[in-house]
Protein backbone atom coordinates (compact mmCIF):
# COMPACT_ATOMS: atom_id res chain seq x y z
CA UNK A 1 0.00 0.00 0.00
CA UNK A 2 1.58 3.45 -0.94
CA UNK A 3 2.02 5.35 2.23
CA UNK A 4 -0.36 8.20 0.59
CA UNK A 5 -3.57 5.60 -0.01
CA UNK A 6 -5.87 3.67 1.72
CA UNK A 7 -5.77 0.21 1.32
CA UNK A 8 -9.17 -0.20 0.19
CA UNK A 9 -12.14 2.09 -0.20
CA UNK A 10 -13.74 0.75 2.90
CA UNK A 11 -10.89 1.44 4.75
CA UNK A 12 -10.87 5.15 3.71
CA UNK A 13 -14.63 5.42 4.96
CA UNK A 14 -13.88 3.48 8.27
CA UNK A 15 -10.93 6.07 8.76
CA UNK A 16 -13.14 9.27 7.90
CA UNK A 17 -15.82 7.68 10.27
CA UNK A 18 -13.14 7.30 12.95
CA UNK A 19 -12.43 11.04 12.41
CA UNK A 20 -15.63 11.63 12.35
CA UNK A 21 -17.29 9.94 15.56
CA UNK A 22 -16.02 11.13 19.20
CA UNK A 23 -16.99 13.54 21.91
CA UNK A 24 -19.74 15.09 19.31
CA UNK A 25 -21.60 11.65 19.14
CA UNK A 26 -21.18 9.80 22.62
CA UNK A 27 -21.95 12.97 24.57
CA UNK A 28 -22.62 15.94 22.35
CA UNK A 29 -25.54 14.45 20.06
CA UNK A 30 -28.27 12.99 23.05
CA UNK A 31 -27.35 15.85 25.38
CA UNK A 32 -28.15 18.70 22.12
CA UNK A 33 -31.18 15.60 21.85
CA UNK A 34 -32.15 16.87 25.42
CA UNK A 35 -31.76 20.15 25.47
CA UNK A 36 -33.47 20.71 22.09
CA UNK A 37 -36.58 18.87 21.96
CA UNK A 38 -35.82 15.55 21.23
CA UNK A 39 -37.01 14.49 17.64
CA UNK A 40 -37.77 17.92 16.70
CA UNK A 41 -33.49 18.38 17.21
CA UNK A 42 -33.40 14.99 15.27
CA UNK A 43 -35.37 15.71 12.54
CA UNK A 44 -33.62 19.14 11.66
CA UNK A 45 -30.11 17.50 12.22
CA UNK A 46 -30.57 14.86 9.67
CA UNK A 47 -31.67 17.41 7.39
CA UNK A 48 -28.02 19.42 7.45
CA UNK A 49 -26.30 15.74 8.05
CA UNK A 50 -27.68 14.86 4.30
CA UNK A 51 -27.18 18.26 3.17
CA UNK A 52 -23.50 18.87 4.83
CA UNK A 53 -22.48 15.77 3.50
CA UNK A 54 -23.66 15.85 -0.04
CA UNK A 55 -22.37 18.88 -0.73
CA UNK A 56 -19.77 20.34 1.88
CA UNK A 57 -18.00 17.03 2.87
CA UNK A 58 -17.84 15.82 -0.31
CA UNK A 59 -16.37 18.89 -1.84
CA UNK A 60 -13.44 19.21 1.18
CA UNK A 61 -12.47 15.54 -0.03
CA UNK A 62 -12.00 16.75 -3.77
CA UNK A 63 -10.02 19.73 -2.85
CA UNK A 64 -7.76 18.14 -0.60
CA UNK A 65 -7.20 15.28 -3.84
CA UNK A 66 -6.91 18.32 -6.05
CA UNK A 67 -4.54 20.15 -4.03
CA UNK A 68 -2.57 17.55 -2.76
CA UNK A 69 -1.26 19.20 0.30
CA UNK A 70 -2.57 20.49 3.42
CA UNK A 71 -5.15 22.81 5.24
CA UNK A 72 -3.58 25.63 4.49
CA UNK A 73 -1.96 24.67 0.98
CA UNK A 74 -5.57 24.13 -0.19
CA UNK A 75 -6.77 27.34 0.85
CA UNK A 76 -4.15 28.89 -1.07
CA UNK A 77 -4.83 26.56 -4.18
CA UNK A 78 -8.49 27.49 -4.34
CA UNK A 79 -7.91 31.39 -4.67
CA UNK A 80 -4.96 31.25 -6.14
CA UNK A 81 -7.28 29.48 -9.18
CA UNK A 82 -8.73 33.66 -8.88
CA UNK A 83 -5.31 34.92 -8.59
CA UNK A 84 -5.77 35.75 -5.02
CA UNK A 85 -3.57 33.07 -3.16
CA UNK A 86 -2.05 35.19 -0.90
CA UNK A 87 -5.60 35.76 0.31
CA UNK A 88 -5.97 32.06 0.69
CA UNK A 89 -2.73 31.74 2.65
CA UNK A 90 -4.62 34.08 5.34
CA UNK A 91 -7.50 32.55 5.87
CA UNK A 92 -6.70 29.22 6.26
CA UNK A 93 -5.82 29.70 9.50
CA UNK A 94 -9.20 29.91 10.84
CA UNK A 95 -10.39 26.69 9.76
CA UNK A 96 -7.55 25.42 10.84
CA UNK A 97 -7.84 27.08 14.76
CA UNK A 98 -11.19 25.38 14.66
CA UNK A 99 -9.48 21.97 14.50
CA UNK A 100 -7.03 22.66 17.14
CA UNK A 101 -9.19 23.70 19.53
CA UNK A 102 -11.25 21.17 19.20
CA UNK A 103 -8.29 19.39 20.27
CA UNK A 104 -7.94 20.92 23.88
CA UNK A 105 -10.76 18.17 25.20
CA UNK A 106 -0.20 9.64 9.58
CA UNK A 107 -2.52 7.48 6.62
CA UNK A 108 -1.21 3.64 7.54
CA UNK A 109 -1.47 4.24 11.08
CA UNK A 110 -5.04 5.72 11.07
CA UNK A 111 -6.36 3.16 8.69
CA UNK A 112 -4.56 0.45 11.28
CA UNK A 113 -6.19 1.55 14.29
CA UNK A 114 -9.32 2.63 13.39
CA UNK A 115 -9.84 -0.50 11.55
CA UNK A 116 -10.04 -1.96 15.17
CA UNK A 117 -11.66 0.43 17.09
CA UNK A 118 -14.73 1.55 15.05
CA UNK A 119 -15.87 -2.15 14.74
CA UNK A 120 -15.61 -2.14 18.74
CA UNK A 121 -17.14 0.69 19.52
CA UNK A 122 -20.35 0.43 17.41
CA UNK A 123 -20.08 -3.29 19.08
CA UNK A 124 -19.81 -1.55 22.77
CA UNK A 125 -22.47 1.01 22.27
CA UNK A 126 -25.37 -2.07 20.71
CA UNK A 127 -24.32 -4.10 24.17
CA UNK A 128 -25.13 -1.00 26.24
CA UNK A 129 -28.00 -0.18 24.24
CA UNK A 130 -29.81 -3.90 24.45
CA UNK A 131 -28.81 -3.39 28.05
CA UNK A 132 -31.00 -0.06 28.04
CA UNK A 133 -33.90 -1.45 26.48
CA UNK A 134 -34.41 -3.48 29.46
CA UNK A 135 -34.28 -1.13 32.34
CA UNK A 136 -38.05 -0.44 33.08
CA UNK A 137 -39.06 2.79 32.51
CA UNK A 138 -36.98 2.94 29.60
CA UNK A 139 -39.66 3.42 26.92
CA UNK A 140 -40.16 7.34 27.62
CA UNK A 141 -36.59 7.58 26.51
CA UNK A 142 -37.40 6.34 23.18
CA UNK A 143 -40.44 8.11 23.31
CA UNK A 144 -39.01 11.52 23.87
CA UNK A 145 -36.11 10.47 21.55
CA UNK A 146 -38.65 10.05 18.71
CA UNK A 147 -41.55 11.97 18.65
CA UNK A 148 -41.01 15.50 17.11
CA UNK A 149 -42.38 18.51 19.51
CA UNK A 150 -42.97 20.54 16.41
CA UNK A 151 -42.97 24.16 18.43
CA UNK A 152 -39.57 23.72 18.31
CA UNK A 153 -39.36 23.89 14.78
CA UNK A 154 -39.35 27.97 15.04
CA UNK A 155 -37.00 28.67 17.22
CA UNK A 156 -33.99 29.27 15.92
CA UNK A 157 -31.41 28.39 18.44
CA UNK A 158 -32.63 24.55 17.84
CA UNK A 159 -32.03 24.95 14.20
CA UNK A 160 -28.72 26.42 14.93
CA UNK A 161 -27.47 23.85 17.54
CA UNK A 162 -28.41 21.15 15.00
CA UNK A 163 -26.15 22.83 12.53
CA UNK A 164 -23.41 23.30 14.59
CA UNK A 165 -23.91 20.05 15.99
CA UNK A 166 -23.59 18.34 12.31
CA UNK A 167 -20.40 20.42 11.64
CA UNK A 168 -19.25 19.26 14.22
CA UNK A 169 -19.88 16.16 14.05
CA UNK A 170 -19.11 15.76 9.99
CA UNK A 171 -15.93 17.07 11.10
CA UNK A 172 -17.01 19.89 8.50
CA UNK A 173 -15.10 22.51 9.86
CA UNK A 174 -12.98 23.63 6.53
CA UNK A 175 -10.31 22.29 8.00
CA UNK A 176 -10.72 18.82 9.43
CA UNK A 177 -11.68 16.20 6.65
CA UNK A 178 -9.69 17.64 3.67
CA UNK A 179 -6.60 15.93 5.16
CA UNK A 180 -8.36 12.62 3.91
CA UNK A 181 -8.58 13.79 0.49
CA UNK A 182 -5.23 13.14 -0.25
CA UNK A 183 -5.16 9.99 0.49
CA UNK A 184 -8.21 8.93 -1.72
CA UNK A 185 -7.33 7.50 -5.11
CA UNK A 186 -9.06 9.40 -8.28
CA UNK A 187 -10.75 6.09 -8.86
CA UNK A 188 -12.69 6.75 -6.16
CA UNK A 189 -16.04 8.51 -5.49
CA UNK A 190 -15.92 11.31 -3.00
CA UNK A 191 -19.49 12.24 -3.04
CA UNK A 192 -20.46 8.32 -2.62
CA UNK A 193 -17.57 8.38 0.35
CA UNK A 194 -19.35 11.17 1.76
CA UNK A 195 -22.45 9.54 2.02
CA UNK A 196 -21.32 7.21 3.63
CA UNK A 197 -19.16 8.31 6.26
CA UNK A 198 -22.50 10.44 7.21
CA UNK A 199 -24.03 7.64 7.43
CA UNK A 200 -22.03 5.43 9.77
CA UNK A 201 -21.04 8.41 11.65
CA UNK A 202 -25.27 9.36 12.22
CA UNK A 203 -25.68 5.46 13.09
CA UNK A 204 -23.18 5.99 15.97
CA UNK A 205 -24.67 9.34 17.40
CA UNK A 206 -28.15 7.24 17.12
CA UNK A 207 -26.43 4.15 18.99
CA UNK A 208 -25.08 6.26 21.69
CA UNK A 209 -28.46 8.35 22.13
CA UNK A 210 -29.95 4.87 22.24
CA UNK A 211 -28.11 4.04 25.49
CA UNK A 212 -28.20 7.68 27.24
CA UNK A 213 -31.70 9.25 26.47
CA UNK A 214 -33.55 5.70 27.50
CA UNK A 215 -31.35 5.39 30.46
CA UNK A 216 -31.68 8.90 32.34
CA UNK A 217 -35.47 8.29 31.81
CA UNK A 218 -35.22 5.41 33.63
CA UNK A 219 -33.43 6.44 36.25
CA UNK A 220 -35.58 9.98 36.24
CA UNK A 221 -32.70 12.25 35.76
CA UNK A 222 -32.69 15.12 32.94
CA UNK A 223 -31.63 14.59 29.47
CA UNK A 224 -30.23 17.80 29.41
CA UNK A 225 -27.72 17.32 31.86
CA UNK A 226 -24.66 18.53 29.79
CA UNK A 227 -21.39 17.09 30.53
CA UNK A 228 -22.46 15.50 33.92
CA UNK A 229 -24.94 13.86 31.36
CA UNK A 230 -21.97 11.20 30.15
CA UNK A 231 -19.13 11.42 33.51
CA UNK A 232 -21.12 11.93 36.48
CA UNK A 233 -25.03 10.38 35.24
CA UNK A 234 -24.45 7.51 33.71
CA UNK A 235 -21.61 5.96 36.16
CA UNK A 236 -24.21 6.89 38.95
CA UNK A 237 -27.14 4.79 36.47
CA UNK A 238 -24.37 1.85 35.98
CA UNK A 239 -23.50 1.46 39.36
CA UNK A 240 -27.01 0.47 40.42
CA UNK A 241 -27.53 -2.06 37.32
CA UNK A 242 -26.27 -5.87 37.73
CA UNK A 243 -23.45 -6.14 36.54
CA UNK A 244 -22.57 -2.29 36.29
CA UNK A 245 -19.15 -2.14 36.79
CA UNK A 246 -18.31 -4.32 33.64
CA UNK A 247 -21.44 -2.38 31.68
CA UNK A 248 -19.11 0.99 32.82
CA UNK A 249 -15.87 -0.52 31.15
CA UNK A 250 -17.60 -1.29 28.11
CA UNK A 251 -19.11 1.84 28.23
CA UNK A 252 -15.83 4.13 28.43
CA UNK A 253 -13.88 2.14 26.74
CA UNK A 254 -15.70 2.75 23.75
CA UNK A 255 -15.91 6.50 24.82
CA UNK A 256 -11.98 6.10 24.38
CA UNK A 257 -12.21 4.71 21.00
CA UNK A 258 -14.06 7.17 19.93
CA UNK A 259 -12.21 10.02 21.06
CA UNK A 260 -8.79 8.86 20.12
CA UNK A 261 -9.85 8.07 16.20
CA UNK A 262 -10.59 11.72 16.35
CA UNK A 263 -7.45 13.17 17.73
CA UNK A 264 -5.84 11.11 15.26
CA UNK A 265 -7.71 13.13 12.55
CA UNK A 266 -7.03 16.33 14.54
CA UNK A 267 -3.53 16.11 15.07
CA UNK A 268 -2.66 14.58 11.53
CA UNK A 269 -4.20 18.08 10.25
CA UNK A 270 -2.60 20.90 12.26
CA UNK A 271 0.95 19.15 12.07
CA UNK A 272 0.57 18.77 8.04
CA UNK A 273 -0.80 22.74 7.78
CA UNK A 274 2.14 23.36 10.23
CA UNK A 275 4.48 21.69 8.53
CA UNK A 276 3.20 22.42 4.61
CA UNK A 277 4.01 26.73 5.76
CA UNK A 278 7.17 25.92 8.19
CA UNK A 279 8.94 23.14 5.91
CA UNK A 280 12.14 23.23 8.30
CA UNK A 281 10.08 21.74 11.23
CA UNK A 282 10.40 18.07 11.98
CA UNK A 283 6.95 15.88 12.12
CA UNK A 284 7.69 14.19 15.51
CA UNK A 285 8.53 17.57 17.29
CA UNK A 286 5.57 19.37 15.60
CA UNK A 287 3.15 16.47 16.79
CA UNK A 288 5.50 16.38 20.71
CA UNK A 289 4.84 20.49 20.74
CA UNK A 290 1.16 20.43 19.95
CA UNK A 291 0.76 17.10 22.55
CA UNK A 292 2.11 19.86 24.91
CA UNK A 293 0.14 22.49 24.11
CA UNK A 294 -2.79 20.72 24.19
CA UNK A 295 -2.08 18.85 27.78
CA UNK A 296 -1.42 22.50 28.76
CA UNK A 297 -4.50 24.00 27.85
CA UNK A 298 -7.06 20.61 28.63
CA UNK A 299 -5.79 20.57 32.26
CA UNK A 300 -6.55 24.03 32.66
CA UNK A 301 -10.24 22.82 31.74
CA UNK A 302 -10.35 20.09 33.85
CA UNK A 303 -13.34 20.89 35.93
CA UNK A 304 -16.29 19.17 33.71
CA UNK A 305 -18.39 22.02 33.97
CA UNK A 306 -15.97 23.97 31.90
CA UNK A 307 -16.53 21.16 28.76
CA UNK A 308 -19.66 22.01 27.76
CA UNK A 309 -19.47 25.85 27.27
CA UNK A 310 -16.52 25.33 25.40
CA UNK A 311 -17.77 22.90 22.94
CA UNK A 312 -20.61 24.63 22.86
CA UNK A 313 -18.20 27.74 22.04
CA UNK A 314 -16.17 26.13 19.24
CA UNK A 315 -19.61 24.07 17.75
CA UNK A 316 -21.34 27.08 17.16
CA UNK A 317 -18.92 29.81 16.14
CA UNK A 318 -15.87 28.71 15.39
CA UNK A 319 -16.71 25.66 13.66
CA UNK A 320 -19.50 26.85 11.81
CA UNK A 321 -17.07 29.95 10.22
CA UNK A 322 -14.69 27.90 9.39
CA UNK A 323 -16.95 25.99 7.28
CA UNK A 324 -18.66 29.10 6.07
CA UNK A 325 -14.79 30.12 4.84
CA UNK A 326 -14.21 26.59 3.24
CA UNK A 327 -17.80 26.44 2.10
CA UNK A 328 -17.35 29.69 -0.02
CA UNK A 329 -13.90 28.76 -1.21
CA UNK A 330 -15.05 25.78 -2.55
CA UNK A 331 -17.99 26.87 -4.38
CA UNK A 332 -17.36 30.63 -4.90
CA UNK A 333 -13.76 30.86 -5.71
CA UNK A 334 -12.12 27.89 -7.08
CA UNK A 335 -13.59 27.99 -10.83
CA UNK A 336 -16.36 25.29 -11.59
CA UNK A 337 -14.79 23.34 -14.02
CA UNK A 338 -12.14 22.52 -12.06
CA UNK A 339 -14.08 21.28 -8.83
CA UNK A 340 -16.63 19.13 -11.05
CA UNK A 341 -13.26 17.64 -12.72
CA UNK A 342 -12.25 16.60 -9.17
CA UNK A 343 -15.78 15.48 -7.71
CA UNK A 344 -16.49 13.48 -11.14
CA UNK A 345 -13.24 11.59 -10.79
CA UNK A 346 -14.10 7.78 -10.37
CA UNK A 347 -17.67 9.03 -9.81
CA UNK A 348 -20.28 6.35 -10.65
CA UNK A 349 -22.64 8.72 -12.01
CA UNK A 350 -21.64 12.04 -13.43
CA UNK A 351 -22.44 15.33 -10.68
CA UNK A 352 -23.44 18.51 -12.46
CA UNK A 353 -25.09 21.33 -11.97
CA UNK A 354 -27.17 20.01 -9.36
CA UNK A 355 -24.58 19.02 -7.15
CA UNK A 356 -22.40 22.31 -7.85
CA UNK A 357 -25.80 24.75 -7.37
CA UNK A 358 -26.69 22.70 -4.24
CA UNK A 359 -23.46 23.46 -2.73
CA UNK A 360 -23.50 27.35 -3.82
CA UNK A 361 -27.22 28.20 -4.05
CA UNK A 362 -28.20 25.73 -0.54
CA UNK A 363 -24.90 24.82 1.57
CA UNK A 364 -23.22 28.08 1.42
CA UNK A 365 -26.13 30.61 2.23
CA UNK A 366 -27.54 28.66 4.77
CA UNK A 367 -24.76 27.72 6.40
CA UNK A 368 -23.32 31.93 6.51
CA UNK A 369 -26.94 32.64 7.34
CA UNK A 370 -27.11 30.69 10.39
CA UNK A 371 -23.59 31.56 11.28
CA UNK A 372 -24.81 35.38 11.29
CA UNK A 373 -27.69 34.52 13.54
CA UNK A 374 -25.89 32.68 16.12
CA UNK A 375 -23.17 35.44 16.07
CA UNK A 376 -25.98 38.42 16.76
CA UNK A 377 -27.58 36.59 19.55
CA UNK A 378 -25.07 36.80 22.09
CA UNK A 379 -25.18 33.62 24.01
CA UNK A 380 -23.72 33.71 27.39
CA UNK A 381 -21.55 30.76 28.10
Known sequence: MNKRSFSS???FIIACVGSA????????????LGTNGGGAFLLIYLFFIALFSYAGLSAEYAIRRRARTGTLGSYEYAWK???????????????????LFTLFFGAHSIEKTNKIMMPLFFILFAVLAVKVAMLPGSGAGYKFLFTPDFGKLGDPMVWISAMGQAFFSLSITGSG???????????????????NTAFFDTLAAMVAALVMIPAVFAYHTDPAAGPGLLFVTLPKI?????????????????????GISSLQNMFEVVAESLMHKFPRLNRTCTLVLLCVICFGVGVNMEAIVKWGPWMDFVSIYIIPIGAVIGA?????VIKKDEILDEVNSGASKRYG???????RFLYVPLALLLCIIALSMHISF
Do not use: H
Not at 21 to 32: D, E, I, L, R, S
Not at 90 to 98: D, R, V
Not at 177 to 195: F, Q, T
Not at 328 to 332: A, E, G, L
Open 9 to 11: RWA
Open 21 to 32: VGMANVWGFPYK
Open 81 to 99: SRGLGTVGKIIGWLPLAGT
Open 177 to 195: MIVYGAYLPKNEDVVSAAK
Open 238 to 258: LQDMIGGQIFAIILFTAVIFG
Open 328 to 332: VSWFW
Open 353 to 359: AFWYNTG
